[in-house]
């Protein structure tokens, strides 16, 4: 096992599950303008929809029919997805970083992984 990595905090602590929220959310608020613009250029359609697209994962076609509150579900959703791989990341860093060695490496293989 790797000795601790000053950047990532002990998994038991508050402190770790803050650090997970925080770099979830830096992670994932990027994503918003990005769809919405892409969507937008490519479709010419309400940019919104992004989101309730999202939400139809879980809600279905009642998504597309439904109002603000899919797009704020699909606003949620987006988050919950983002903080999910964050947490993913941050266990297996230690494990992958063993066999890339350079942190470069690592940021390259996992946005080929997840992107």
Known sequence: MLKSDPLVPERSTKKFWISIFKAGLLVGTPGYPCS???YYIST????????KYIASGVFGKKAFTSGSSMITWGVVFHCIIAIAFTLLFFFVYPEVIKFL???IL???????LFG
């Open 36 to 38: 919405i613009v892409h």
């Open 44 to 51: 010419h359609k309400n940019p919104l929809n992004v989101f």
């Open 101 to 103: 060695k350079s942190k």
């Open 106 to 112: 690592l940021g390259i293989f996992m946005a080929f």
